[in-house]
């Protein structure tokens, strides 16, 4: 091992913008041997060296020599980079020690640099990045308060809060989501201080736009308008002031995919074939049109290649403008359906007068020339069922690839911003997964209507799903048995301390943090439990927020380094801090490294002298650090 060997790059964090041109440094000390013919080679990943640049000598001293090129990178991707130098004769590397992270001189396989090649130089709100933590609130569900509450629309079914959703069909024959239980901006102004003890960040709100039948709003019959139960924009205003001025920005939900088929715009265009809103949408000769996922014919889509409707979204006073004013981001419904035109419009005429953050729902992962361009960060579904599977079937390899694989193909900005969460709006209920019935392995382990499975059944040679049945279900099995919900807390605690300390930012969904539980929709949109809160749940998040935020210097970028997952506890570090986590229900031994031994410890959860009992957890900073 050779110390004094020296290598920068002149990019910044290990990132560099395509085609832009930058130089690579090398000094080698005297006593390595005579060196020459010394190349920089950088291959993309999963191809051959894609780059080779011979090294000149620049400088040199009585010590050592000093060598440099300049590069540029042509494609976008994950670049891995190493030197080829011939020393006294001989052939040999000087590549990265894992260890030490210093290089070395040898002759054999070992880890290159690395080095991440990205669209632009991507600098999002610094807000987005620093120990943030975000709420997720469904605006119907959460709580009501004002006039808001008191305006009826007709054909709403309001409901009594804390009812159960209705989960059947109505008297036409379908299922709907008309249960309207009135929650509101000024209600969520009035929990503020709720969401700050929580460490909360940022509040991401479901859709607000007038949608006269649906309470989610994901079909929205008017965009210009807020939805009178919801309240107005004056009621937006004094929630993102007071927000602002409690250390939270509001993230905005909004679907620009598709509309409600209620629309003035889509009205006018379906009974009109003469109207300017035509080519708006997919319409037929005939009358029959394009609709979401082929199943929600409440819901057309737009043609997103149509300049007017992109006009109407994101040009001078459109919906995006009208909005940006009161928020701080927005949070962009099936991104992935979305076409890059339509998403760089949005973030464009966003951030015109101050930057706003721009997450994309995304399932999959993003292909890196949408990330600065399209949207800054994902929803990120990735980790959540990695996650769940290290906790349900103790799969190690697929928690620490997919961890890997993420941190490795996005730009360092977008891994600190992207959200990171156990149960959304659109999946199973955190404490429901872990409860364990119906959970899947060969999938996402929430998809549990996805076939095969014991609701789907070939019926005349067809395959039918049986939505009634499998509503039922969820209806009958949603009470969890007080057994199964003490286990399902213990894992649900356990998770989030992992949730809390790996890149990304943490996002909470409303009342998952006082023990609300629940299948798919509409189970896991029910009102929050005022009144029924599991206090020992929430004390827990409340302390591992502080200490979160406590820490954020520590979180603000992509390193993490997996030890192992030996008796299924779990051993990882993020700079200074190492957080080890048991995800058995047994004592197991509680192996701190020796560079820890003196360390401070953060939190402690089931923890003794040297073991750590069942689902228990440590995080620890070392001495005078942070």
Same mark, same amino acid.
């Given at each position: 091992?050779?110390?004094?060997?020296?290598?920068?790059?002149?990019?910044?964090?290990?990132?560099?913008?395509?085609?832009?041109?930058?130089?690579?440094?090398?000094?080698?000390?005297?006593?390595?041997?005579?060196?020459?013919?010394?190349?920089?080679?950088?291959?993309?990943?999963?191809?051959?060296?894609?780059?080779?640049?011979?090294?000149?000598?620049?400088?040199?001293?009585?010590?050592?020599?000093?060598?440099?090129?300049?590069?540029?990178?042509?494609?976008?991707?994950?670049?891995?980079?190493?030197?080829?130098?011939?020393?006294?004769?001989?052939?040999?590397?000087?590549?990265?020690?894992?260890?030490?992270?210093?290089?070395?001189?040898?002759?054999?396989?070992?880890?290159?640099w690395n080095l991440f090649v990205i669209q632009k130089e991507l600098q999002l709100p610094e807000w987005t990045k620093s120990g943030a933590i975000y709420y997720q609130i469904f605006v119907d569900r959460f709580f009501g308060e004002g006039k808001?509450?008191?305006?009826?629309?007709?054909?709403r079914n309001y409901r009594n809060w804390g009812d159960m959703p209705d989960y059947k069909r109505n008297e036409e024959g379908y299922f709907h989501n008309n249960d309207f239980f009135l929650g509101n901006l000024e209600g969520i102004r009035k929990?503020?201080?709720?969401?700050?003890?929580?460490?909360?960040?940022?509040?991401?709100?479901?859709?607000?736009?007038?949608?006269?039948?649906?309470?989610?709003?994901?079909?929205?019959?008017?965009?210009?308008?807020?939805?009178?139960?919801?309240?107005?924009?004056?009621?937006?205003?004094?929630?993102?002031?007071?927000?602002?001025?409690?250390?939270?920005?509001?993230?905005?939900?909004?679907?620009?995919?598709?509309?409600?088929?209620?629309? /003035?715009?889509?009205? !006018?265009? *379906?009974? $009109?074939?003469?109207?300017?809103? #035509? &080519?708006?949408?997919? +319409?037929?000769?005939?009358?029959?049109?394009?609709?979401?996922?082929?199943?929600?014919?409440?819901?057309?889509?737009?043609?997103?290649?149509?300049?007017?409707?992109?006009?109407?979204?994101?040009?001078?006073?459109?919906?995006?403008?009208?909005?940006?004013?009161?928020?701080?981001?927005?949070?962009?419904?099936?991104?992935?359906?979305?076409? /890059?035109?339509?998403? !760089?419009? *949005?973030? $464009?005429?966003?951030?015109?007068? #101050? &930057?706003?953050?721009? +997450?994309?729902?995304?399932?999959?992962?993003?292909?890196?020339?949408?990330?600065?361009?399209?949207?800054?960060?994902?929803?990120?579904?990735?980790?959540?069922?990695?996650?769940?599977?290290?906790?349900?079937?103790?799969?190690?390899?697929?928690?620490?690839?997919?961890?890997?694989?993420?941190?490795?193909?996005?730009?360092?900005?977008?891994?600190?911003?992207?959200?990171?969460?156990?149960?959304?709006?659109?999946?199973?209920?955190?404490?429901?997964?872990?409860?364990?019935?119906?959970?899947?392995?060969?999938?996402?382990?929430?998809?549990?209507?996805?076939?095969?499975?014991?609701?789907?059944?070939?019926?005349?040679?067809?395959?039918?799903?049986?939505?009634?049945?499998?509503?039922?279900?969820?209806?009958?099995?949603?009470?969890?048995?007080?057994?199964?919900?003490?286990?399902?807390?213990?894992?649900?605690?356990?998770?989030?301390?992992?949730?809390?300390?790996?890149?990304?930012?943490?996002?909470?969904?409303?009342?998952?943090?006082?023990?609300?539980?629940?299948?798919?929709?509409?189970?896991?949109?029910?009102?929050?439990?005022?009144?029924?809160?599991?206090?020992?749940?929430?004390?827990?998040?409340?302390?591992?927020?502080?200490?979160?935020?406590?820490?954020?210097?520590?979180?603000?970028?992509?390193?993490?380094?997996?030890?192992?997952?030996?008796?299924?506890?779990?051993?990882?570090?993020?700079?200074?801090?190492?957080?080890?986590?048991?995800?058995?229900?047994?004592?197991?031994?509680?192996?701190?490294?020796?560079?820890?031994?003196?360390?401070e410890h953060l939190f402690e959860m089931g923890v003794a002298e040297n073991s750590i009992k069942p689902y228990g957890a440590i995080v620890m900073r070392k001495r005078g650090e942070g």
């Amino acid at each position: 091992m050779i110390n004094d060997i020296f290598v920068s790059v002149s990019t910044n964090r290990d990132e560099v913008e395509v085609g832009k041109e930058f130089e690579v440094r090398l000094i080698i000390p005297k006593t390595v041997g005579n060196c020459s013919e010394i190349s920089v080679l950088f291959n993309r990943y999963g191809e051959e060296p894609t780059v080779v640049r011979k090294m000149q000598k620049s400088s040199e001293s009585t010590d050592s020599c000093e060598f440099s090129a300049k590069v540029s990178l042509p494609l976008l991707g994950n670049y891995y980079y190493f030197f080829k130098v011939i020393v006294d004769g001989a052939q040999k590397a000087i590549k990265i020690s894992r260890e030490t992270g210093k290089p070395f001189i040898t002759m054999g396989e070992s880890p290159y640099w690395n080095l991440f090649v990205i669209q632009k130089e991507l600098q999002l709100p610094e807000w987005t990045k620093s120990g943030a933590i975000y709420y997720q609130i469904f605006v119907d569900r959460f709580f009501g308060e004002g006039k808001a509450k008191c305006i009826k629309i007709e054909g709403r079914n309001y409901r009594n809060w804390g009812d159960m959703p209705d989960y059947k069909r109505n008297e036409e024959g379908y299922f709907h989501n008309n249960d309207f239980f009135l929650g509101n901006l000024e209600g969520i102004r009035k929990r503020l201080k709720y969401f700050k003890k929580l460490g909360a960040t940022a509040l991401y709100l479901s859709p607000i736009n007038y949608s006269r039948l649906r309470y989610d709003r994901y079909a929205v019959t008017d965009y210009r308008t807020i939805d009178p139960n919801v309240g107005d924009f004056e009621d937006l205003r004094k929630l993102h002031d007071d927000a602002n001025k409690n250390g939270m920005k509001i993230v905005l939900d909004i679907a620009f995919n598709h509309c409600g088929s209620d629309n /003035p715009i889509f009205q !006018e265009a *379906i009974s $009109n074939p003469n109207s300017k809103y #035509r &080519k708006w949408f997919y +319409i037929n000769d005939d009358g029959t049109y394009r609709y979401w996922y082929d199943e929600f014919k409440d819901m057309p889509i737009f043609n997103q290649k149509c300049k007017e409707y992109q006009e109407y979204i994101f040009g001078k006073n459109g919906v995006v403008e009208l909005f940006a004013d009161y928020v701080d981001g927005f949070r962009l419904d099936v991104s992935e359906e979305l076409i /890059p035109e339509v998403l !760089e419009g *949005i973030r $464009n005429k966003a951030n015109e007068k #101050r &930057k706003h953050i721009i +997450i994309g729902e995304c399932w999959h992962k993003v292909p890196l020339e949408r990330l600065g361009t399209c949207i800054d960060a994902p929803t990120n579904y990735l980790f959540t069922d990695a996650l769940y599977k290290l906790m349900a079937f103790g799969d190690f390899e697929y928690f620490k690839w997919q961890i890997e694989d993420v941190i490795s193909n996005y730009p360092e900005e977008t891994v600190c911003s992207m959200l990171n969460s156990l149960d959304t709006h659109d999946t199973v209920r955190a404490l429901t997964i872990l409860g364990g019935k119906w959970m899947r392995h060969d999938i996402e382990i929430w998809k549990i209507d996805e076939p095969p499975s014991p609701w789907h059944k070939y019926i005349n040679g067809r395959m039918i799903f049986l939505t009634d049945v499998f509503r039922e279900d969820e209806f009958q099995y949603d009470k969890l048995p007080a057994k199964v919900y003490r286990e399902a807390k213990k894992q649900l605690k356990a998770l989030s301390v992992v949730l809390y300390f790996l890149p990304g930012a943490p996002c909470i969904f409303y009342g998952s943090e006082v023990g609300l539980h629940g299948y798919k929709d509409p189970f896991n949109r029910k009102c929050f439990p005022w009144g029924h809160l599991d206090k020992d749940l929430l004390k827990f998040f409340r302390k591992l927020g502080k200490v979160r935020r406590k820490n954020e210097e520590q979180l603000c970028n992509k390193k993490i380094r997996i030890y192992d997952f030996d008796n299924r506890v779990l051993r990882f570090e993020r700079n200074n801090l190492f957080i080890i986590v048991n995800f058995s229900n047994l004592t197991q031994e509680m192996r701190v490294p020796e560079e820890y031994l003196d360390a401070e410890h953060l939190f402690e959860m089931g923890v003794a002298e040297n073991s750590i009992k069942p689902y228990g957890a440590i995080v620890m900073r070392k001495r005078g650090e942070g």
